[in-house]
């Protein structure tokens, strides 16, 4: 048995590949929280937000650098070539084996601290076991029929009808398709409205999601960064003054339904009262909706304003792994049929049209939304969204009984509060960081225990972190002065 093996056994059998990598040796604990070496902090004030050589990241009033290229080969699996004899070889497949039972237990300890990144990982698709021997590939149109026989089309399509009817458009009016992620949806929303304007300006929050700027570079797109309110949602203002600087141009608007870092929520109403205000008719602007994790609870909170293709939207895109919880990254995009006919082209090859960013697409991942869709359907998402909006608030309520500064918008699950001091804690609870603050995404595998494990962690450690008498930082510049509570501010 595995067990019995000895490593050099293991060292051995790479040899022939490369005699610098090693196997993961027997005594090695998948569990543990790898602590790489912070790299030397950097002093530069400005630089450039896109950088493609270094990207720099606040921590802790500080900044540490992260250089492209920089891999951590000490945690590496090496691949070696099989032997030829056979006994051996069974032996490489039992020590795989437990290799692979032990990642499985690393899976399930880091999914007990995992709070800082919008997954749902409270799934359960056992039914659909039997269908992972395919190869499913999703080719093309969803809606045309092509030569590639092994899909899962109507299984999308299902799902799109499903999305089209949550966003109030027709079926005949509408066009989409399952993508392999939520930044996948932003490149193709905005691509849309870059072919419908080649002379637009792209024009997003500067708390929008980076997909969003990548896609600005990628298509070679004047870009209008505009100003947020302290919520995070966009400054109206702000772009009513960038609208008229740039009339005789038409607008490509990216609106977020939900922000990354603080769950803000852009005022669609006002969005386009703005846009109508400044002079632009709705034949001159654009606007894709970037729901990544919000476009699917927005529909069940009350007050939240509605996103709906009765309104002069053009696309909405939402992910699949986030809210949903599928086990693999997916999404969904919804267009209008007439804005898809400057991206479709026929494809003689497979027989079909042809208006998607990826060629082949996860074919699994239809599957499972629609297993998910139809095991919970409307009423089950809103119970799931009236639980997260509790949790959400209770976390808030708690963390500032305990004298720490936090904020939560109204129409969102996303808990903002003071960025913990050690990184280890940070990696621990593999908390989303920015500058002085942190967040927690309240999802519907998050449970009162998962957060009260967490404030009792954070409060213990938190003693330590200030017990030489310094202070908290203040986060009214973050959060507003009403939300901080710093000992200017109590």
């Given at each position: 048995?595995v067990g019995a093996?000895?490593?050099?056994?293991f060292l051995?059998?790479s040899?022939?590949?490369?005699e610098n990598?090693?196997?993961?040796?027997?005594?090695?604990?998948?569990?543990?929280v790898?602590?790489?070496?912070?790299?030397?902090?950097v002093?530069?004030?400005?630089?450039?937000?896109?950088?493609?050589k270094n990207?720099?990241v606040?921590?802790?009033?500080?900044?540490?650098e992260?250089?492209l290229?920089?891999?951590?080969?000490?945690?590496s699996?090496?691949?070696?070539?099989?032997?030829?004899?056979?006994?051996?070889?069974?032996d490489?497949?039992?020590?795989?084996?437990?290799?692979l039972?032990?990642?499985?237990?690393t899976?399930?300890?880091r999914?007990?601290?995992?709070?800082?990144?919008p997954?749902?990982?409270?799934?359960?698709?056992?039914?659909?076991g039997?269908?992972?021997?395919?190869?499913?590939?999703n080719?093309g149109?969803p809606?045309?029929?092509?030569?590639?026989?092994?899909?899962?089309?109507p299984f999308?399509?299902?799902?799109?009808?499903?999305?089209?009817?949550?966003w109030?458009i027709?079926?005949?009016?509408?066009?989409?398709y399952?993508?392999?992620?939520?930044?996948?949806?932003?490149?193709?929303g905005?691509?849309?409205?870059?072919?419908?304007?080649?002379?637009?300006?792209?024009?997003?929050?500067?708390?929008?999601?980076y997909?969003?700027?990548?896609?600005?570079r990628?298509?070679r797109?004047e870009?209008?960064?505009?100003?947020t309110?302290?919520?995070?949602?966009?400054d109206c203002?702000?772009?009513?003054?960038?609208l008229?600087?740039?009339?005789?141009?038409?607008?490509i608007l990216?609106?977020?339904?939900g922000t990354t870092?603080?769950?803000?929520?852009?005022?669609?109403d006002?969005?386009?009262?703005?846009?109508?205000?400044?002079?632009?008719?709705?034949?001159?602007?654009?606007?894709?909706?970037?729901?990544?994790?919000?476009?699917?609870?927005?529909?069940?909170?009350k007050r939240?304003p509605?996103?709906?293709?009765?309104?002069?939207?053009g696309s909405?895109?939402?992910?699949?792994?986030?809210f949903?919880?599928c086990?693999?990254p997916?999404?969904?995009?919804?267009?209008?049929?007439e804005?898809?006919?400057?991206?479709?082209r026929?494809?003689e090859?497979?027989?079909?049209?042809?208006?998607?960013?990826?060629g082949?697409?996860?074919?699994?991942?239809?599957l499972?939304?629609?297993?998910t869709?139809?095991?919970?359907?409307y009423?089950?998402f809103?119970?799931?969204?009236?639980?997260?909006?509790?949790n959400?608030?209770?976390?808030?309520?708690r963390l500032?009984?305990?004298g720490?500064?936090?904020?939560l918008?109204?129409?969102?699950?996303?808990?903002?509060?003071?960025?913990?001091k050690?990184?280890?804690f940070?990696r621990?609870?593999?908390?989303?960081?920015?500058?002085?603050?942190?967040?927690?995404?309240?999802?519907?595998?998050v449970?009162?225990?998962?957060?009260?494990?967490?404030?009792k962690?954070?409060?213990?450690?938190?003693?330590?972190?200030?017990?030489?008498?310094?202070?908290?930082?203040?986060?009214a510049?973050d959060v507003?002065?009403?939300?901080c509570?710093?000992?200017?501010h109590?």
């Amino acid at each position: 048995m595995v067990g019995a093996l000895e490593s050099d056994q293991f060292l051995a059998m790479s040899t022939t590949l490369n005699e610098n990598i090693e196997i993961l040796s027997v005594d090695f604990d998948p569990t543990a929280v790898v602590t790489e070496p912070l790299p030397t902090s950097v002093t530069e004030a400005d630089h450039e937000e896109e950088n493609l050589k270094n990207t720099k990241v606040i921590n802790g009033g500080g900044e540490r650098e992260m250089v492209l290229g920089r891999n951590i080969h000490t945690t590496s699996l090496a691949v070696t070539e099989p032997e030829s004899n056979d006994e051996f070889t069974g032996d490489k497949e039992a020590y795989m084996a437990s290799v692979l039972a032990r990642y499985r237990k690393t899976l399930v300890e880091r999914t007990k601290y995992h709070l800082g990144y919008p997954y749902n990982l409270d799934f359960d698709y056992g039914a659909l076991g039997q269908l992972q021997h395919f190869s499913i590939n999703n080719l093309g149109d969803p809606f045309i029929e092509s030569n590639y026989g092994v899909h899962s089309r109507p299984f999308e399509v299902g799902v799109l009808d499903w999305f089209a009817r949550l966003w109030e458009i027709e079926r005949d009016d509408y066009w989409g398709y399952i993508t392999n992620c939520g930044t996948e949806g932003n490149l193709h929303g905005i691509l849309i409205g870059r072919e419908m304007f080649p002379d637009g300006i792209l024009y997003a929050s500067r708390e929008t999601h980076y997909s969003v700027f990548k896609a600005a570079r990628m298509y070679r797109m004047e870009c209008e960064k505009v100003d947020t309110l302290i919520t995070g949602e966009i400054d109206c203002d702000d772009f009513r003054k960038k609208l008229l600087a740039n009339k005789d141009k038409p607008a490509i608007l990216n609106v977020n339904i939900g922000t990354t870092v603080k769950g803000a929520v852009d005022d669609l109403d006002l969005v386009i009262k703005t846009l109508e205000e400044c002079g632009f008719s709705h034949d001159r602007f654009y606007i894709h909706c970037d729901g990544a994790l919000f476009g699917l609870m927005m529909p069940f909170v009350k007050r939240a304003p509605k996103v709906t293709f009765n309104k002069p939207i053009g696309s909405v895109s939402v992910s699949g792994h986030k809210f949903v919880g599928c086990p693999m990254p997916c999404g969904v995009q919804i267009t209008r049929m007439e804005h898809i006919k400057v991206l479709s082209r026929n494809v003689e090859y497979l027989a079909s049209r042809d208006a998607t960013i990826m060629g082949s697409r996860n074919g699994h991942a239809p599957l499972f939304l629609w297993y998910t869709l139809n095991r919970k359907g409307y009423k089950g998402f809103q119970k799931e969204v009236q639980k997260c909006l509790r949790n959400a608030h209770y976390l808030k309520d708690r963390l500032r009984e305990s004298g720490i500064s936090a904020m939560l918008n109204e129409l969102s699950s996303t808990v903002v509060f003071e960025r913990p001091k050690d990184e280890e804690f940070v990696r621990r609870w593999q908390l989303a960081c920015q500058g002085d603050i942190a967040h927690v995404v309240v999802m519907p595998s998050v449970t009162i225990e998962k957060l009260d494990h967490f404030l009792k962690d954070l409060v213990e450690h938190r003693t330590v972190w200030y017990e030489d008498g310094s202070q908290p930082p203040c986060l009214a510049k973050d959060v507003g002065p009403n939300n901080c509570i710093c000992p200017a501010h109590k």
